[in-house]
């Protein structure tokens, strides 16, 4: 399956599976007015199986060879779905040889979650945290590069990729994540779109899932 490139009816598509829920995002570039169209499915270990149904309701097959760039969420969350995504995205832009983000699920909902913050935090360097059940604390360290009323444009740093945290781990400012992958997967789809703005070339060799095995002290 490849792309002609030369074809003005491309596609993005955004993948999201860092929890029980599957969210799919897709956009026509060809429209003169963009339309996003945009799903969840709750599948669980159903994933395996449903995977390529559920695609295929928000994109139809016969499309995914007009795909121009994906982006797909790399965790944390539960290994099994992450992995089966990314392994879907990564294979996808391999045969189409087009770009792919990999942005962790984390970094998806800082725009949801820096609300929580006072405002006098909001431009302070922060964490998301999650409590793994017999494994640990993982968390993830952000900071807010600008403001904006429009939630799909303000703009994090990454300064430290979702780890699992030592037991003698400090953290100043800290939020608990929560999972909201029908907001999650169409902010993945806005950052796509920025990123096909500005013709980024994103490798996708280069895109794994986030599954941390042993914790590391604080940087």
């Known amino acids: 399956m ?19 829920t599957l969210g799919v995002a897709a956009l026509d570039l060809s429209k003169t007015k963009l339309n996003q169209k945009s799903a969840t499915f709750n ?21 995914w060879s ?44 800082a725009p949801r979650l820096i609300k929580k913050l006072p405002k006098k935090d909001i431009y302070n360097p922060f964490w998301i945290i999650k409590d793994l059940k017999r494994r640990g604390i993982i968390g993830g360290k952000y900071k807010l ?20 945290l030592s037991k003698t781990y400090e953290q100043n400012i800290f939020i608990d994540a929560e999972e909201n992958v029908s907001v999650d997967v169409s ?18 060799n280069k895109v794994l899932p986030i599954y941390p ?3 590391v002290s604080k940087s």
């Not at 490849?2 to 029980?20: E, I, Q, T, W």
């Not at 599948?43 to 499309?63: A, H, M, Q, T």
């Not at 403001?147 to 994090?156: I, M």
């Not at 902010?187 to 996708?204: G, M, N």
């Open 2 to 20: 490849k792309r002609d490139k030369n074809d003005p009816s491309n596609y993005l598509l955004a993948l999201h599976s860092s929890s029980d």
């Open 43 to 63: 599948l669980g270990r159903e994933l395996s199986n449903k995977l390529f149904d559920c695609i295929d309701e928000v994109l139809p097959s016969k499309y």
């Open 66 to 109: 007009k795909i121009s760039r994906l982006g797909v969420a790399t965790g944390p969350g539960g290994f099994t779905s992450t992995r089966l995504t990314v392994v879907m995205a990564r294979t996808l832009a391999q045969q189409l040889d087009c770009s792919l983000e990999g942005i962790s699920s984390f970094e998806l909902m």
């Open 145 to 164: 590069q600008n403001n904006s009323a429009d939630q799909s444009k303000l703009e994090f740093i990454e300064l430290e990729m979702p780890h699992l």
């Open 187 to 204: 902010r993945l789809l806005e950052l796509i779109l920025d990123a096909h703005k500005l013709k980024k070339e994103s490798l996708w």
């Open 213 to 215: 095995t042993s914790p």
